[in-house]
């Protein structure tokens, strides 16, 4: 069975493993105070454009008594988690009020794939009024706009019982979306504009950020993220390493006790060092030629070339995606008869005959596996 259901099918990049092996019988602190998470930290910062040496990247007890007390952070702080709906509900909780929920799209990871994680911690998911999709360009799918935004906040406001209905306290947005579409800088630029005219943090769901960054039709960067957002994250269990997402939070009154957060939630890690090393190698060597970056454009290079097979193969796209996640529409007898060899995962109901399909590729994704898929597909 070749798998194109997810992207996190496959362990750790050999790189990250190897990583692993080589530092696994160092002695270290715990719970990500550690030689390792600084120095990932520091390439972490460094690719931000934020820090220029590693010493700006420790955060260790000093600058947290700092944070505690109100200081101002004079960089981006940088913080290691282990999954992402535990890296969602944590920076979600450090940016609301108890009165307050968080707008984000109706496809929106918080509002269909997290068990009522946020809602379980006492904040409401307030998805803004769906866009017919279907009367929208493919490019827009999954998204939501910065006049959504604007309009959801007035339209509260000017709600003569506003203070009786939750209050927006922020935006949740994910890069790439569930549809795999991304957001142009020009729409980030957009979005980050309204939610600083109305006090509303952004925070951006980086689950699978190198392969949005990976794409050839991408014009966002790291720097432009650290710019834009007020915390966003670097995924990094769904791109090359077993585990662990990497909080960049650039908003001091955020920073603030968000390791108490961290520590509460079950996200503080014994072993912290260990997210530390594998964000350590994933940036390694400086630059657009890092291990992260180029897995993301493994992974996309290779869902373009799965994508026009497919079209090649006479399948009708049902999003014309540009990252690593492909949907189609297939006839039911047809899929029943691919998925005795290739894994792959139903998302929704497209007529009475015909289901919409998700093949995924990943960071370890063989090229001949694609195209294994293309040619069963031709053959049938």
Not at 136 to 156: C, F, M, N
Request: with cysteine; glycine share 10%; charged share 20%.
């Amino acid at each position: 069975m070749i798998r194109f259901s997810s992207d996190y099918s496959e362990g750790a990049h050999p790189k990250i493993l190897q990583a692993l092996i080589d530092t696994n019988m160092d002695q270290t602190g715990g719970y990500s105070e550690d030689p390792y998470c600084d120095l990932a930290k520091a390439l972490i910062l460094k690719a931000l454009g934020a820090a220029e040496d590693a010493a700006a990247a420790a955060y260790g007890p000093e600058q947290a008594r700092a944070l505690a007390a109100g200081a101002d952070a004079d960089h981006p702080v940088v913080h290691f988690l282990v999954g992402g709906t535990q890296t969602n509900l944590t920076a979600i909780l450090a940016c609301l009020r108890p009165h307050q929920g968080v707008l984000c799209a109706p496809t929106g990871h918080i509002n269909v794939h997290e068990t009522g994680a946020i809602e379980a911690c006492g904040h409401k998911v307030l998805p803004l009024p769906g866009i017919k999709e279907e009367s929208l360009p493919y490019r827009h799918y999954g998204k939501i706009t910065a006049e959504q935004i604007d309009q959801a906040v007035k339209a509260h406001y000017a709600d003569g019982a506003y203070e009786h209905i939750v209050q927006p306290g922020m935006v949740y947005i994910s890069q790439p979306t569930e549809y795999g579409t991304i957001y142009s800088l020009e729409e980030l630029k957009a979005i980050s504009a309204v939610c600083r005219s109305h006090g509303l943090p952004l925070f951006i769901d980086g689950a699978r950020l190198g392969y949005a960054l990976g794409s050839a039709q991408n014009d966002v960067t790291l720097r432009d993220l650290c710019q834009l957002a007020d915390i966003f994250y670097i995924g990094g269990t769904k791109v090359g390493m077993l585990f662990g997402e990497a909080v960049v939070i650039t908003n001091p009154a955020i920073a603030k006790d968000f390791r108490y957060l961290m520590k509460q939630k079950g996200g503080m890690l014994a072993k912290g060092r260990l997210l530390g090393v594998q964000f350590g190698a994933a940036f390694e060597p400086e630059g657009a030629d890092c291990l992260y970056l180029e897995m993301g454009r493994h992974a996309t290079s290779l869902a373009q070339k799965l994508k026009q097979g497919l079209v090649e193969a006479g399948c009708q796209l049902f999003i014309d995606s540009p990252t690593n996640q492909q949907f189609v529409v297939l006839e039911d007898s047809l899929a029943e008869e691919i998925g005795k060899e290739f894994a792959f995962e139903p998302f929704a109901r497209y007529d009475e005959t015909h289901g919409i399909v998700r093949f995924c590729t990943s960071w370890a994704t063989p090229p001949e596996h694609v195209d294994s898929l293309l040619n069963r597909l031709k053959e049938l």
